[in-house]
């Protein structure tokens, strides 16, 4: 596709259940991020791909948080164990190395 | 580690008046540095980067940027606000990974732009 693709645009689940976000980046690019926005708010880092390297990890905020990008393409975020804090809209992005990043429109996860 | 500043949690200007949005920035080394724009229930869209070459920068819609190294800035403007330029504004530096640019997007807090009639 032409741009970052993610889905499902909105998801409501029920506390103490998991959720997978998906995240398709733009053809060939190296690197992916994954950040989090709550209402009107800043952009929470959560974690990052570049290429073969070790993920940067830092941003995710409890063990319940994970992702995992396989074959280099596609990135799946997952939650477990879902509290209403988790409440956000969940942005992925996709870069060529340290050029610009390019956003997906994002999934709004509601948690009740 | 790298770190982004904005200092104005809203900026207020009159239709036709020219707008600046301030960002700082914290670095070792060169700076790799980004604007992006997000309209109301949209996706953050990129405006436009300093990576090296003139400090003036020209972007998307108008906007263009200065990147000051003495004054570690870089201020987005226009020299002719729109009410469709009403938005959040996101200053961005990229975290380095050793000695080379290809860390994470490290994002300011953002900045309300208040484009009145």
């Known amino acids: 596709g032409a741009g970052v693709s993610q889905s499902p645009s909105n998801k409501v689940t029920e506390k103490g259940k998991d959720v997978e976000l998906r995240c398709d980046p733009i053809?060939?690019?190296?690197?992916l991020y994954w950040y989090r926005q709550s209402l009107g708010q800043g952009l929470e880092f959560l974690i990052y791909?570049?290429?073969?390297?070790?993920?940067?990890k830092s941003g995710l905020p409890s063990d319940r948080f994970s992702a995992e990008r396989t074959g280099g393409s596609v990135s799946t975020l997952t939650i477990q164990r879902t509290q209403q804090e988790d409440s956000a809209v969940y942005l992925c992005a996709s870069s060529l190395a340290w050029q610009e990043a390019f956003f997906g429109q994002g999934t709004r996860l509601t948690v009740v | 580690a790298q770190s982004v500043a904005q200092p104005e949690d809203q900026v207020n200007v009159a239709e036709g008046n020219p707008l600046t949005v301030k960002c700082t920035y914290s670095?070792?080394?060169?700076?790799?540095l980004f604007w992006y724009v997000q309209y109301p229930n949209r996706g953050l869209q990129f405006l436009l980067k300093y990576i090296t070459g003139d400090n003036l920068v020209k972007g998307s819609y108008g906007f263009e940027a200065e990147f000051n190294k003495s004054q570690t800035s870089f201020h987005l403007k226009k020299p002719s606000a729109l009410v469709s330029d009403s938005a959040l504004y996101f200053c961005a530096v990229r975290d380095t990974i050793g000695s080379s640019n290809t860390g994470k997007l490290i994002f300011g807090q953002g900045t309300t732009l208040q484009v009145k009639p």
């Open positions: 791909f570049q290429g073969n390297s070790a993920p940067d």
């Open positions: 053809s060939g690019h190296t690197a």
């Open positions: 670095v070792s080394g060169n700076p790799y």
